[in-house]
Nanobody, 128 residues
Framework: EVQLVESGGGLVQAGGSLRLSCGHS????????IGWFRQAPGKEPEGVSC????????YYADSVKGRFTISSDNAKNTAYLQMNSLKPEDTAVYYC???WGIGMIGIEGWIRDEYDYRGQGTQVTVSS
């Protein structure tokens, strides 16, 4: 059984930084794509960033390019999202999500919201 557990959310002032972690089990020995999407109150979910385990290819939404960095530590079964220069519009619940897939094909499916698994979410609040 695959499980995803997020941590690292919180309250931060605009311009500050947070690092989200997604500990996972059940994915280690297969090709998968893992990342975060977010949902703010009254808004549609937005895919933020993901990374492919097979080749390390990444995807970033235009709204976070240059500010967020995704990484994965396979030895620790954990993916990370380093969020810098945070803005009030980054305020949302951030969900870790994963799907089976290889490289860019897997990423394209992830961008289409075709997740196989998701976590419970962690709140990120950026004050102005």
């Amino acid at each position: 059984e695959v499980q995803l557990v997020e941590s690292g959310g919180g309250l931060v002032q605009a311009g500050g930084s947070l690092r989200l972690s997604c500990g996972h089990s059940g994915l280690s020995f297969d090709d998968y794509v893992i990342g975060w999407f977010r949902q703010a109150p009254g808004k549609e979910p937005e895919g933020v960033s993901c990374i492919a385990s097979s080749d390390g290819q990444t995807y970033y939404a235009d709204s976070v390019k240059g500010r967020f960095t995704i990484s994965s530590d396979n030895a620790k079964n954990t993916a990370y999202l380093q969020m810098n220069s945070l803005k009030p519009e980054d305020t949302a619940v951030y969900y870790c999500a994963a799907r089976w897939g290889i490289g860019m094909i897997g990423i394209e499916g992830w961008i289409r919201d075709e997740y196989d698994y998701r976590g419970q979410g962690t709140q990120v609040t950026v004050s102005s």
